[in-house]
Protein backbone atom coordinates (compact mmCIF):
# COMPACT_ATOMS: atom_id res chain seq x y z
CA UNK A 1 0.00 0.00 0.00
CA UNK A 2 2.79 2.47 0.41
CA UNK A 3 3.48 1.98 -3.12
CA UNK A 4 0.24 2.63 -3.71
CA UNK A 5 0.27 6.15 -1.62
CA UNK A 6 3.46 6.70 -3.39
CA UNK A 7 2.23 6.31 -6.63
CA UNK A 8 -0.82 8.13 -5.53
CA UNK A 9 1.16 10.81 -3.89
CA UNK A 10 3.29 11.56 -7.35
CA UNK A 11 0.12 11.27 -8.89
CA UNK A 12 -1.09 13.50 -7.05
CA UNK A 13 2.05 15.85 -7.15
CA UNK A 14 2.13 14.88 -10.60
CA UNK A 15 -1.33 16.63 -11.45
CA UNK A 16 -1.08 19.11 -9.31
CA UNK A 17 2.27 20.61 -10.82
CA UNK A 18 0.51 19.80 -13.77
CA UNK A 19 -2.71 21.47 -12.55
CA UNK A 20 -0.69 24.88 -11.93
CA UNK A 21 1.77 24.74 -14.62
CA UNK A 22 -1.31 24.69 -17.17
CA UNK A 23 -3.10 27.00 -15.29
CA UNK A 24 0.12 29.05 -15.60
CA UNK A 25 0.69 28.36 -18.70
CA UNK A 26 -2.99 29.00 -19.72
CA UNK A 27 -2.87 32.94 -17.81
CA UNK A 28 0.80 33.20 -19.46
CA UNK A 29 -0.84 32.71 -22.79
CA UNK A 30 -3.84 34.29 -22.39
CA UNK A 31 -1.73 37.37 -21.58
CA UNK A 32 1.11 37.41 -23.99
CA UNK A 33 -1.97 36.60 -26.10
CA UNK A 34 -3.77 39.96 -24.77
CA UNK A 35 -0.38 41.76 -25.29
CA UNK A 36 -0.07 40.50 -29.13
CA UNK A 37 -3.71 41.52 -30.10
CA UNK A 38 -3.27 44.76 -28.19
CA UNK A 39 0.35 45.36 -30.51
CA UNK A 40 -1.79 44.60 -33.25
CA UNK A 41 -4.61 46.97 -32.61
CA UNK A 42 -1.93 49.70 -31.76
CA UNK A 43 -0.14 49.62 -34.68
CA UNK A 44 -3.78 49.81 -36.75
CA UNK A 45 -4.04 52.44 -34.79
CA UNK A 46 -1.19 54.31 -35.93
CA UNK A 47 -1.55 52.94 -39.19
CA UNK A 48 -4.84 54.55 -39.22
CA UNK A 49 -3.26 57.90 -37.27
CA UNK A 50 -0.57 58.01 -40.29
CA UNK A 51 -3.80 57.88 -43.18
CA UNK A 52 -5.59 60.89 -41.34
CA UNK A 53 -2.33 63.17 -40.54
CA UNK A 54 -1.80 62.29 -44.23
CA UNK A 55 -5.07 63.16 -45.86
CA UNK A 56 -4.80 66.43 -43.65
CA UNK A 57 -1.92 67.55 -44.78
CA UNK A 58 -2.73 67.06 -48.43
CA UNK A 59 -6.36 68.88 -47.85
CA UNK A 60 -4.42 72.04 -45.72
CA UNK A 61 -1.59 71.90 -49.12
CA UNK A 62 -4.31 72.07 -51.35
CA UNK A 63 -6.07 74.56 -49.60
CA UNK A 64 -3.27 77.03 -48.90
CA UNK A 65 -2.41 76.24 -52.59
CA UNK A 66 -5.98 77.57 -53.80
CA UNK A 67 -5.97 80.23 -51.30
CA UNK A 68 -2.46 81.53 -52.26
CA UNK A 69 -3.60 81.63 -55.84
CA UNK A 70 -6.52 83.81 -55.13
CA UNK A 71 -5.13 86.24 -53.28
CA UNK A 72 -2.31 86.67 -55.52
CA UNK A 73 -4.75 86.60 -58.79
CA UNK A 74 -6.75 89.30 -56.03
CA UNK A 75 -3.50 91.41 -55.63
CA UNK A 76 -2.59 91.25 -59.60
CA UNK A 77 -6.07 92.30 -60.26
CA UNK A 78 -5.70 95.15 -57.35
CA UNK A 79 -2.53 96.39 -58.62
CA UNK A 80 -3.70 96.71 -62.06
CA UNK A 81 -6.91 98.57 -60.91
CA UNK A 82 -4.35 100.85 -58.88
CA UNK A 83 -2.47 101.68 -61.69
CA UNK A 84 -5.79 102.52 -64.04
CA UNK A 85 -6.78 104.80 -61.54
CA UNK A 86 -3.70 106.51 -60.99
CA UNK A 87 -3.43 106.84 -64.72
CA UNK A 88 -7.38 108.26 -65.21
CA UNK A 89 -6.08 110.75 -62.34
CA UNK A 90 -3.39 111.87 -64.48
CA UNK A 91 -5.17 112.15 -67.48
CA UNK A 92 -7.98 114.02 -65.59
CA UNK A 93 -5.88 116.48 -64.25
CA UNK A 94 -3.69 117.23 -68.03
CA UNK A 95 -7.10 117.68 -69.58
CA UNK A 96 -7.50 121.26 -67.80
CA UNK A 97 -4.09 122.55 -69.12
CA UNK A 98 -4.53 121.35 -72.24
CA UNK A 99 -8.19 122.83 -72.80
CA UNK A 100 -6.96 126.09 -71.81
CA UNK A 101 -3.33 126.50 -73.70
CA UNK A 102 -5.70 125.94 -77.10
CA UNK A 103 -8.20 128.30 -75.42
CA UNK A 104 -5.30 130.80 -75.42
CA UNK A 105 -3.70 130.37 -78.50
CA UNK A 106 -7.42 130.24 -80.26
CA UNK A 107 -8.08 133.90 -79.05
CA UNK A 108 -3.46 134.84 -80.08
CA UNK A 109 -3.03 132.12 -82.88
CA UNK A 110 0.25 134.18 -83.72
CA UNK A 111 2.23 134.31 -80.59
CA UNK A 112 4.77 131.55 -80.03
CA UNK A 113 5.16 131.35 -76.35
CA UNK A 114 1.14 130.05 -76.52
CA UNK A 115 2.36 127.54 -79.14
CA UNK A 116 5.14 126.43 -77.54
CA UNK A 117 2.49 125.75 -74.17
CA UNK A 118 -0.13 123.90 -76.29
CA UNK A 119 2.94 121.63 -77.75
CA UNK A 120 4.14 121.31 -74.08
CA UNK A 121 0.94 120.43 -72.71
CA UNK A 122 0.51 118.05 -75.74
CA UNK A 123 3.19 116.52 -75.11
CA UNK A 124 2.13 115.86 -71.80
CA UNK A 125 -1.80 114.83 -72.68
CA UNK A 126 -0.06 112.10 -75.17
CA UNK A 127 1.78 110.56 -72.62
CA UNK A 128 -0.37 110.07 -70.22
CA UNK A 129 -2.95 108.93 -73.05
CA UNK A 130 -0.16 106.60 -73.82
CA UNK A 131 0.20 105.17 -69.91
CA UNK A 132 -3.50 104.97 -69.56
CA UNK A 133 -3.58 102.86 -72.99
CA UNK A 134 -0.99 100.28 -71.43
CA UNK A 135 -3.15 100.14 -68.10
CA UNK A 136 -6.22 99.52 -70.00
CA UNK A 137 -4.51 96.53 -72.00
CA UNK A 138 -3.21 95.02 -68.58
CA UNK A 139 -7.41 95.84 -67.25
CA UNK A 140 -8.25 93.55 -69.77
CA UNK A 141 -6.10 90.43 -68.91
CA UNK A 142 -7.09 90.09 -65.19
CA UNK A 143 -10.58 92.10 -64.94
CA UNK A 144 -14.25 91.43 -65.58
CA UNK A 145 -15.24 92.75 -69.36
CA UNK A 146 -17.49 95.29 -68.66
CA UNK A 147 -14.41 97.05 -67.26
CA UNK A 148 -12.42 96.61 -69.94
CA UNK A 149 -15.50 97.57 -72.40
CA UNK A 150 -15.82 100.45 -70.61
CA UNK A 151 -12.30 101.19 -70.46
CA UNK A 152 -11.96 100.89 -73.91
CA UNK A 153 -14.63 103.59 -75.02
CA UNK A 154 -13.22 106.05 -72.87
CA UNK A 155 -9.36 105.24 -74.39
CA UNK A 156 -11.51 106.58 -78.00
CA UNK A 157 -12.60 109.56 -75.75
CA UNK A 158 -9.24 110.38 -74.44
CA UNK A 159 -7.51 110.29 -78.07
CA UNK A 160 -9.84 112.10 -79.63
CA UNK A 161 -9.93 114.77 -77.11
CA UNK A 162 -6.29 116.67 -78.48
CA UNK A 163 -7.10 116.20 -81.89
CA UNK A 164 -10.83 118.26 -81.23
CA UNK A 165 -9.79 120.74 -79.13
CA UNK A 166 -6.81 121.73 -81.98
CA UNK A 167 -9.82 122.10 -84.57
CA UNK A 168 -11.93 123.89 -82.32
CA UNK A 169 -10.94 125.28 -78.68
CA UNK A 170 -14.04 126.44 -78.01
CA UNK A 171 -15.63 122.59 -77.95
CA UNK A 172 -13.58 122.31 -74.89
CA UNK A 173 -16.37 122.69 -72.24
CA UNK A 174 -18.66 119.45 -74.42
CA UNK A 175 -15.93 117.62 -74.24
CA UNK A 176 -14.77 118.55 -70.30
CA UNK A 177 -18.22 117.15 -69.54
CA UNK A 178 -18.06 114.25 -71.42
CA UNK A 179 -15.16 113.30 -70.20
CA UNK A 180 -16.24 113.84 -66.20
CA UNK A 181 -19.39 111.37 -67.37
CA UNK A 182 -17.40 108.99 -68.75
CA UNK A 183 -14.79 108.80 -65.96
CA UNK A 184 -17.62 108.68 -63.06
CA UNK A 185 -19.04 105.85 -65.30
CA UNK A 186 -15.49 104.12 -65.36
CA UNK A 187 -14.24 104.69 -61.85
CA UNK A 188 -18.52 103.14 -60.69
CA UNK A 189 -17.25 100.46 -62.90
CA UNK A 190 -13.43 100.34 -60.61
CA UNK A 191 -14.96 100.09 -57.46
CA UNK A 192 -17.33 97.40 -58.64
CA UNK A 193 -14.28 95.03 -59.59
CA UNK A 194 -12.39 96.26 -56.57
CA UNK A 195 -15.50 95.06 -54.05
CA UNK A 196 -15.98 98.58 -52.55
CA UNK A 197 -19.33 99.53 -51.68
CA UNK A 198 -20.83 102.96 -51.50
Not at 103 to 131: C, I, M, Q, T, Y
Not at 134 to 142: A, G, P, Q, R, T
Request: charged share 25%; net charge negative.
Amino acid sequence: MIAGLEGFIVWALAALVGGFAGSFLAGYLKRKGENLATHEDIEKLVDQVRAVTTATQEIESKISGELWDRQKRWELRRDVLFAVTKDLAAVKAALPNLGLSYKRLSAVPDSPDLLENVVKESHVWFEVARSLSESIMLVDLVCGPDLGTALSGFNVLVHQVASNLGTNANAFDAVLKQFLTDLHDVTALIRQELGVKL
